[in-house]
């Protein structure tokens, strides 16, 4: 019953509903543990596979979910979502077919962007789960209400509160060409410790946030302004003069990966607006980074 496809598809999902990885491909593991679980003609009486299969990895994200906020209070510095490198399955998911309802939707390939994934994570439980399985996965309200365990009105009015954070905080879309670019230059004039090139690559107003899970290095809070980030980017090309630079597909999009003696032990994804980076983030977190391994 359990076919590359339908986990594909689940993986994709829960990802994007917890922001991580590794937390994800636990829920897949844990919902066919649950299928098998069942008898027989406990497993015949369920009309579509899929669909059951669909509702309980949800309703096992939107439990995680409402822990995380707990987990989240006791993490060490900023908490970034996971960078997945880029593969097929994370911007090619088959999305079921929908009523479609409302007709301007967000892209699966814009869903997994890492600047998509931070705003989701400033969301309620419910709302991110509504938002993604409605806009992202077109599941009919009625579908999410079972899920969410909510009236389809109610989820609808969650879905439209998603959305309405999404407008409040706008998600830049850079062509990937132009991105790479910008990102290529950012990384020769990094390497070359070249302040006015930096200068000119980043917005005056970019944010710089590092996340270390106080399991490695990495500053606490934000960094804000030009100053400040290129400061910091000039004191890590001083005291990691050996790191090597990699350009990498992260989430979907041009990024950089750091490594040292053939490990990744940073991967940067950027935002970047009218040839500018305005965002940059660093996940350092070494949990984090274990799908890197053989990226």
């Not at 991580?20 to 008898?39: F, G, H, K």
Request: net charge negative; charged share 25%; aromatic share 6%.
């Amino acid at each position: 019953m359990s076919t590359p496809h339908e986990r594909r598809k689940l993986t994709n999902l829960a990802y994007r509903l917890l922001g991580s990885l590794a937390d994800a491909e636990d829920v897949v593991q844990e919902t066919y543990l649950r299928w098998y679980a069942m008898s027989d003609d406990q497993r015949n009486a369920i009309e579509s596979t899929g669909a059951w299969l669909t509702k309980v990895a949800s309703r096992i994200c939107l439990d995680l979910l409402r822990s995380a906020r707990h987990r989240r209070e006791r993490y060490v510095g900023e908490w970034i979502p996971e960078p997945v490198p880029d593969r097929n399955e994370w911007v090619g998911a088959a999305a079921p077919a929908a009523q479609a309802d409302p007709a301007d939707r967000v892209t699966l390939d814009e869903s997994v962007s890492m600047a998509f994934l931070v705003v989701l994570d400033s969301m309620t439980p419910a709302e991110r789960v509504a938002f993604i399985l409605h806009d992202v996965f077109r599941y009919p309200f009625a579908e999410v209400a079972e899920i969410v365990g909510r009236t389809p009105a109610a989820c609808r009015q969650l879905a439209s509160s998603a959305r309405a954070r999404i407008e409040a905080v706008p998600v830049p879309v850079a062509a990937a060409s132009g991105q790479a670019a910008v990102i290529r230059e950012f990384k020769r004039a990094w390497e070359a410790k070249d302040i006015g090139a930096l200068i000119a690559l980043l917005d005056p107003e970019v944010t710089a946030v590092a996340d270390g899970g106080g399991l490695v290095s990495a500053v606490l809070h934000p960094m804000e302004g030009i100053d400040e980030v290129v400061r910091a980017i000039l004191s890590i090309a001083e005291t990691a003069p050996d790191h090597t630079f990699l350009e990498r597909s992260v989430n979907g999009s041009p990024g950089l990966v750091m490594q040292h003696a053939g490990t990744t032990v940073t991967v940067m994804a950027f935002a970047v607006e009218s040839g500018r980076i305005t965002r940059i983030w660093a996940v350092r977190n070494p949990e984090k980074l274990r799908s890197w391994t053989l990226a």
